[in-house]
């Protein structure tokens, strides 16, 4: 019985998989394993390069790193002792290294909300069918193909007591701060800088999303009486959070790896006040010489960048549309 | 002039054999034993932080007359510029990249790290056995910073004092008197020349004194001056925090108030150069002489005497060849080379050298164009004499980013000067008995 149960089942199911698919020419299912072979070989050597590159200088500078970690490396005396955990030890109880992950926490909270909130609003700014706004997005874009150095070589004349900003300021009547000299004006300054560096890549990002709502659904707001905030946070926000989802991704992991405007602007100070993890990273690893302890820094910062991501990833179903 | 010509008498093996042990025995801070024999000759690369087309195209006429004389040794010498700014981080990441240079400039601040460290070989034997070296001639108080027990780390090929560059134009517009009166009747003081960039700040609308690189960051250049009170940084053997004692109280608080008080110095994040005539006057060293023009009228003076005399402060830079490198010993033969008599004076057009024959107005005069004897002599060859360096340690680094990060509360109007430097040893202490 319950052998003649189970195959009327299965000629079901035959019966029921002949009448869903076509019948298959003959000798169909040798050509598509060759064609399966010469794919996976034409496949895999397109991508060959891309993992090789990877494997040669992300995997295994990645392993290496955790290797150096484990030991005690001076390059001046030319020691490489295996230390075990010890670099892991000394990071619980180094100051310099909490001050510097305060600082980052800082950084990164300030270039965030900062970065996006500000893309955000040109992006809509400039996606209106209005004269000029093609000039505006070539302007909020040029910082992005500027070098970084001279970007911020050249913020730091202008942040000078005698600078640009506080003379336009004077100009006003205003008598601005010494915006380097002092610790909030500094970190503040230097997240300023960073956001007018990057803020016209999120931008378009912003704008190539927007532009990607659907023209219907807003009309049909607009006939129900739905106000411009109303769409903008029922419909535009919806609609356009994944790529908020890719720009906080992004934005938060370039928050954690600042480090050239903070040596050009900066160089960590007044006090300490702007020296971020990576900073320090490169205090230890290329001023003192500590390449074991720098390296076990370089894990943290990666378990750090990883914990983020992973959080922002898993948390989107929550909030980003068609995720859930 | 012939130096020790190496024997080709082995294959390339035995070379690496007597290259490892001579790179084992320099990790004990023993000198090269005899220069290597490789099969080919070699290349050597030597990193410098000058980008200037005549001194490298002098650099390397000295090395092109090495490699003539040396064929079988020695195929090329390469100068490699890395800028100053960061090149001692490059120099270390070469280190740790397993790509040394053959040799290489260390800045003075930096020497007893490099010599205690182990990173550098004993180069004095073989500057002691090149036939004409007159190795008696390198002045000890050059030598000091360099030298670990009875070795030699370095060859401290620059000598270059501090003194006082003036804008007299500046000066006499503000009705001020001229420097080189004030040396002459010993009144040439700090008080005196505080007292006359302030002055002139006031009349011109620029700055008044500046030392230059200081920026607020470099404060261990601020050597020019407390050294007028005496004062230091930490004891001479490196262990004890001196910044709280009253030298150095009263030299820093006279900074302050130069800054904040006199309006004789710029405040921070203000820029200025001397040399472009935004201050009537700067502390720099002596090789800064080159960037001077005729656009203003100026002059160069000794350092001021501050309450405990005038005192001479010197930069050294030395040039050591490095225990990781490929070819220790042939780099130190090119050394021995390189600084002889010969090329040492060559070499004196740019950098005071430490030998004491050439430590005269008339040789370095014949360099410097641009400055009388009278001002080589009393600037020159008097400033290096009985001159103290920049401040050095061993743990320099991780010492010039805390000091760097503490001083910083100091550059503010109502800072307090006590204070801030009993919170500069508290910070630095262990970095010293470490």
């Not at chain 2, 600037?379 to 061993?394: C, E, L």
Request: charged share 15%; with cysteine.
């Amino acid at each position: 019985m319950t052998t003649t149960a189970a195959s009327d089942a299965a000629e079901t199911t035959e019966r029921r998989g002949r009448a869903e698919r076509p019948p298959r020419p003959a000798g169909a299912h040798r050509r598509r394993a060759a064609a399966t072979r010469g794919d996976w070989i034409v496949g895999y050597t397109m991508v060959a390069p891309a993992v090789l590159g990877a494997l040669a200088f992300v995997i295994a500078p990645l392993f290496a790193v955790f290797w150096f970690s484990l030991h005690d490396w001076n390059v001046l005396a030319n020691t490489f002792v295996f230390s075990g955990t010890e670099n892991y030890e000394r990071m619980l109880s180094d100051q310099g290294l909490h001050d510097s992950l305060l600082a980052s926490l800082w950084f990164s909270i300030g270039l965030v909300v900062l970065n996006i909130t500000l893309a955000l609003f040109l992006a809509v700014l400039l996606n209106q069918k209005l004269p000029g706004t093609t000039t505006f997005r070539t302007f909020f874009f040029s910082p992005v193909v500027v070098s970084l150095v001279a970007w911020t070589i050249v913020w730091s004349f202008l942040l000078q007591a005698d600078g640009g900003i506080n003379g336009f300021l004077s100009l006003v009547g205003i008598d601005g701060p010494n915006w380097l000299r002092n610790d909030f004006t500094a970190m503040m300054s230097v997240i300023v800088v960073q956001v007018f560096k990057n803020v016209g890549m999120n931008m378009i990002l912003f704008l190539a999303a927007l532009q990607g709502v659907p023209e219907e659904i807003m009309e049909a707001a607009r006939i129900d009486g739905a106000g411009a905030w109303r769409r903008f946070r029922a419909i535009t926000l919806p609609m356009i959070s994944p790529t908020i989802l890719l720009v906080s991704i992004l934005t938060i992991v370039g928050s954690l790896e600042v480090f050239a405007q903070i040596a050009v602007l900066t160089g960590g100070g007044p006090g300490n006040s702007t020296t971020v993890l990576v900073y320090y990273l490169y205090q230890q690893a290329f001023r003192f010489n500590d390449f074991g302890y720098a390296s076990g820094i370089s894990v943290l910062l990666f378990i750090i960048v990883l914990i983020l991501t992973l959080i922002q990833w898993q948390t989107r179903k929550r909030w980003v549309f068609n995720e859930n | 002039m012939s130096y020790p010509q190496p024997r080709r008498r082995a294959p390339l093996a035995v070379g690496a054999g007597i290259a490892a042990v001579a790179l084992t025995l320099a990790g004990c801070s023993s000198g090269p034993a005899e220069t290597e024999t490789p099969d080919e000759p070699v290349e050597l690369r030597m990193t410098v932080w000058t980008a200037d087309e005549t001194q490298l195209a002098l650099f390397q006429e000295i090395a092109d007359a090495y490699v003539a004389e040396n064929s079988d040794l020695v195929s090329g010498v390469t100068f490699e510029p890395i800028p100053f700014d960061a090149y001692t981080t490059t120099l270390t990441t070469q280190l740790a990249g397993g790509n040394p240079p053959d040799l290489g400039w260390i800045l003075e601040s930096y020497a007893p790290e490099f010599v205690q460290s182990g990173a550098l070989i004993d180069i004095a034997p073989t500057l002691q056995e090149a036939e004409g070296y007159e190795y008696d001639d390198l002045l000890d108080s050059s030598l000091a910073l360099w030298q670990q027990d009875d070795g030699l780390f370095a060859y401290p090929f620059s000598n270059s004092p501090f003194a006082m560059f003036v804008n007299t134009d500046q000066l006499a517009a503000a009705g001020q008197p001229n420097p080189a009166e004030l040396v002459a009747s010993g009144d040439w003081t700090l008080d005196a020349a505080r007292d006359m960039s302030a002055a002139a700040a006031a009349a011109s609308g620029k700055q008044g004194l500046v030392v230059r690189d200081f920026d607020y960051k470099a404060w261990e250049v601020l050597a020019s001056v407390w050294n007028g009170w005496g004062a230091a940084p930490w004891s001479e053997d490196g262990t004890q925090c001196t910044f709280t004692e009253p030298e150095m109280v009263d030299a820093m608080t006279w900074i302050h108030d130069a800054i904040f008080t006199d309006a004789a110095m710029p405040e921070p994040g203000v820029t200025a150069d001397f040399f472009a005539g935004d201050a009537a006057m700067t502390i720099t060293q002596i090789s800064r002489a080159s960037a001077l023009d005729d656009s203003f009228a100026w002059d160069i003076v000794p350092l001021p005497a501050g309450p405990e005399g005038q005192q001479n402060v010197i930069g050294q830079a030395g040039i050591g060849v490095f225990a990781n490198a490929e070819h220790p010993t042939i780099a130190a033969d090119f050394l021995a080379y390189f600084t002889a008599p010969e090329n040492a004076e060559k070499l004196a057009t740019y950098f005071p050298p430490p030998r004491e024959s050439l430590l005269n107005a008339e040789t370095l005069g014949a360099a410097n164009p641009k400055l009388s004897e009278e001002q080589l002599q009393a600037v020159v060859v008097d400033g290096i004499q009985d001159a103290v360096t920049k401040p050095t340690h061993a743990n320099f680094a991780k010492l010039q980013d805390t000091v760097r990060a503490e001083l910083d509360a100091l550059w503010t109007a109502d800072a307090d000067v006590e204070a801030v430097l009993e919170d500069t040893c508290a910070a630095v202490s262990p970095l010293l008995e470490g």
